[in-house]
């Protein structure tokens, strides 16, 4: 059989720039090539020798769509290397930065990114005629998670307000309040999201790979637990090395990530595949009306999956809101002694685990970074995917066959920006 070259350039409707590059004959290996194109960005190594302080600041730059999740991430890792105990008034805020973060960004993927592909667009606007109050809906759902980022962190991008310790600036009982009926009332609208992803007939790829999340005795993945698999492998998250193994390959600037040896999966259907148990009642609830069933080995349910997290990760918001509305809020920092150390702190981003570490000298300067995001650990499990679509691409047009391709990859909501920062071991 004649050999079948698929060479998309560029990647559409993801955050970043990559090539997808794949040459299929009968009976052969098909080579598959996830060429990320981005241009190397180099965090790890100009963070060194800035202060402790300036880490989380610095860090959240990497990414704008998420960067309340590498600010956070950043705190929790410099603070085990200080031995720092954040309080739980600290601990709560936090979690409804990552919310904030999940919620915007799952809304976008969601509606903006992956929506056209199964209503036959090019782009959202090609869908407002027909889905013109789909449209609007997502744009509010959207907003509310930036809303949510702006009034802990200070603003919906590179938040200004965490800081090692505490926060210098905290939100009044007043505006808990109202965002709290802004979210109460946005649930129908979360429904009806999860509903609307759940009414197609969506292409499917059902192959058992494994997959990563943070994993906490008491709820669903978001802030703080140990690294778990859904083939029960668990380790604490400053021992991530001992557990993903990183390598470099030629066409691409970021390391790809193995467990073991083989590809992983980190994002939304890892952390149902790993903590379903723990969803809100209704997500589950709503889970099982659209028949999402878990565990899921279909990679195209990861947009699913995120429209079922994003009522979940709503509710909880509204746990946690209820919780501090009681509470009498103060900007407070929790007093440190700069010291020598070296940790690591996993929390979840939108597109999955996100690891970060810092070594510290006794002047509280960093020594080395490392970050692994969830994109990069995707990476190998999106090549190993395309090679199981591979037979299946043979039966299509050209044109059939590079959007299936596109929507594979889309599936995983890449944020390539993320992905593609200096990494060291240390």
């Excluded at 080579?31 to 965090?43: A, K, Q």
């Excluded at 200080?82 to 601990?91: A, G, H, L």
């Excluded at 947009?303 to 909880?316: F, P, S, T």
Aim: aromatic share 6%.
């Amino acid at each position: 059989m004649a050999l079948v070259t698929l060479d998309i350039h560029h990647l559409a409707r993801v955050e970043g720039h990559g090539d997808l590059f794949v040459e299929i004959q009968k009976g052969k290996e098909p080579r598959v090539e996830m060429r990320v194109t981005e241009g190397t960005r180099l965090f790890e190594a100009f963070l060194r020798e800035h202060c402790y302080s300036e880490v989380s600041h610095i860090m959240s730059r990497i990414c704008g769509i998420c960067s309340h999740s590498h600010a956070v991430a950043a705190l929790r890792a410099v603070e085990a290397a200080m031995q720092i105990e954040p309080d739980p008034q600290t601990i709560q805020l936090r979690k409804l930065m990552l919310i904030g973060d999940m919620l915007e960004s799952h809304a976008l993927h969601i509606n903006f990114l992956a929506l056209p592909d199964y209503l036959g667009a090019r782009n959202v606007v090609e869908m407002l005629p027909q889905y013109r109050k789909e449209v609007k809906r997502a744009l509010q759902l959207k907003k509310l998670g930036n809303d949510l980022m702006e009034l802990i962190g200070g603003r919906h991008t590179h938040p200004l307000c965490a800081v090692v310790g505490g926060f210098t600036h905290v939100p009044t009982s007043a505006q808990l309040q109202s965002i709290r009926k802004r979210f109460h009332s946005a649930i129908p609208d979360a429904e009806a999201q999860i509903e609307l992803m759940g009414s197609f007939n969506e292409p499917k790829l059902v192959r058992r790979s494994q997959y990563l999340a943070v994993r906490h005795p008491t709820e669903y993945p978001i802030h703080d637990g140990v690294l778990a698999t859904d083939k029960g492998l668990q380790i604490p998250a400053h021992e991530y090395q001992n557990l993903i193994e990183e390598r470099n390959v030629p066409y691409a600037h970021a390391k790809f990530s193995e467990i073991k040896g083989e590809p992983y999966v980190a994002g939304s259907l890892a952390r149902l595949n790993v903590a379903s148990n723990q969803l809100s009642d209704n997500a589950k609830r709503m889970a099982s009306k659209v028949g999402l069933k878990l565990p899921s080995y279909d990679i195209f349910q990861m947009n699913l999956g995120q429209a079922v997290e994003y009522l979940h990760y709503l509710e909880h918001a509204l746990e946690i809101l209820d919780d501090l509305i009681n509470q009498d809020l103060e900007a407070k920092v929790v007093y440190h002694k700069i010291r020598a150390g070296r940790s690591a702190a996993a929390v979840e981003a939108p597109r999955g685990v996100l690891i970060h570490q810092y070594r510290l000298n006794a002047r509280g300067k960093v020594l080395a970074a490392d970050v692994i995001t969830p994109t990069a650990m995707n990476y190998a499990n999106i090549e190993a995917d395309v090679r199981a679509l591979a037979p299946e691409l043979l039966e299509l047009s050209k044109e059939e066959a590079e959007l299936r391709l596109n929507m594979l990859i889309r599936a995983y909501d890449p944020c390539i920006s993320c992905s593609v920062h200096y990494v060291q071991t240390i």
